[in-house]
């Protein structure tokens, strides 16, 4: 049993799901089944239409527990939980496509700021100098969806719990797709039903990144919540910035480092962390700052 579903995750806030797993389907030969266990079944991202290849790599289907033995070099995974923040990051290098031919490494990382708010931030290599696209997918737990085109934001529409994908939009795109049988997209499982998938594509040379906000909230209203870019010095570092404008008026400046361990600066402040949130009051003054570091 094996799933083409590295860095998938599922996203729950106020007791329910928001984000899903579409489960599973019949051990049969049809195209459901194809889509449920592959990558365009999950909540990460697919390289050029092709998903995600460990089939038969069975030493890839399971990382040993740190608290069974040693972790081995090279471990690609990290978990931070404190007080003010969750965080976690994992990566994915054993190619897309029939053959693993589409030699891209994804990382992911995803800052649960509490208790209020998660950021998703991913960044893909790919191997070559060709231009490469990338469609993110999120599975949504709701009977419907919709994308504002201005913002690309896209909210669920349902009864109680709601969420609020807000992206960093440079050079994206965002469609949702809900139902589709050619290809399959779109579909959940207990029961079997069609879902709202939000896709968000980008193409690009070199290293590519994106960053989300998942905000949940209740009642019909979304949230008035903003993404912008910041500047990172110096100029060509390995990491990106974003400003979250949140709904009274805070403002939370968070950095992602691809290279943690070389300094950069955020507003002029030095880390050398891989993740740096600094929390700001309506009125530009410092309320808190965290860092992510192993």
Not at 127 to 136: F, G, Q, T
Not at 139 to 151: F, K, Y
Not at 201 to 228: C, N, Q
Request: aromatic share 10%; with cysteine.
């Amino acid at each position: 049993h094996q799933h083409e579903d590295k860095l998938h995750f599922v996203l729950w806030a106020y007791g329910e799901q928001l984000v899903l797993d579409p489960g599973n389907y019949s051990y049969d030969r049809s195209k459901w089944r194809r889509y449920i266990i592959s990558t365009f079944g999950h909540n990460t991202v697919v390289v050029d239409g092709r998903g995600q290849n460990r089939r038969g790599k069975r030493e890839t289907y399971v990382w040993p527990k740190p608290w069974d033995k040693p972790v081995p070099p090279g471990n690609d995974t990290l978990w931070i939980s404190r007080e003010g923040f969750d965080f976690v990051r994992g990566s994915y290098g054993d190619g897309y496509g029939p053959k693993g031919e589409i030699e891209v490494r994804h990382i992911r990382r995803i800052l649960f700021v509490k208790p209020e708010y998660f950021i998703v931030q991913d960044t893909l290599i790919p191997e070559d100098d060709r231009e490469h696209v990338y469609e993110s997918l999120f599975h949504l737990d709701a009977d419907e969806a919709a994308v504002d085109e201005g913002s690309l934001a896209v909210r669920t529409v349902r009864e109680g719990a709601n969420l609020l994908i807000v992206p960093l939009r440079d050079g994206l795109e965002a469609r949702v797709v809900k139902g589709q049988e050619d290809p399959v997209q779109g579909w959940a499982n207990h029961p079997w039903r069609p879902i709202p998938t939000a896709i968000y594509s980008k193409r690009g040379k070199g290293t590519v990144r994106f960053v989300y906000v998942l905000y949940p909230f209740k009642g019909g209203e979304a949230p008035d919540v903003r993404v912008e870019p910041l500047r990172v010095e110096p100029p060509g570092s390995d990491a990106i910035a974003v400003a979250v404008h949140l709904p009274d008026g805070r403002v939370d400046r968070v950095l992602f480092n691809d290279s943690p361990g070389r300094e950069v600066r955020l507003e002029g402040i030095p880390t050398k962390a891989e993740a740096l949130c600094l929390r700001m009051d309506r009125r530009g003054r410092e309320i808190s700052r965290f860092s992510a570091e192993e």
